[in-house]
């Protein structure tokens, strides 16, 4: 093996013009690959025939504009007649709910 790259580091000085212009060749052709080809990226995923699949693209018919990967809800809390919301038994209710829908 390294009878082969002296003689390859031999041939590549003794011929270092045309090693270079051959770098510069491959650099310029990699180049020209790297710009003709890119395409804009896609960042969907999709698994056909499988059930979490069929989840997502039932989602996105009933839902277009919704997200299957995150859901999100507002939750309103009035109190009853003159009350307050922030009262200590209704604050304790409302903890108890925000906690049922945490889990």
Do not use: C, H
Not at 22 to 40: E, P
């Amino acid at each position: 093996m390294a009878t082969f790259l002296y003689k390859l580091g031999r041939l590549a000085f003794r011929r270092r013009r045309y090693v270079a212009l051959i770098w510069v060749a491959l650099l310029a052709l990699a180049g020209f690959g790297a710009a003709s080809a890119s395409t804009a990226t896609s960042s969907s995923f999709s698994i056909p025939g499988t059930e979490a699949q069929r989840a997502f693209d039932l989602l996105d018919e009933r839902f277009p504009g919704g997200s299957a990967d995150g859901a999100t809800a507002r939750v309103v809390f009035k109190a009853p007649g003159d009350e307050k919301v922030t009262s200590a038994a209704n604050k304790a209710e409302i903890q108890d709910i925000v906690g049922d829908l945490k889990s």
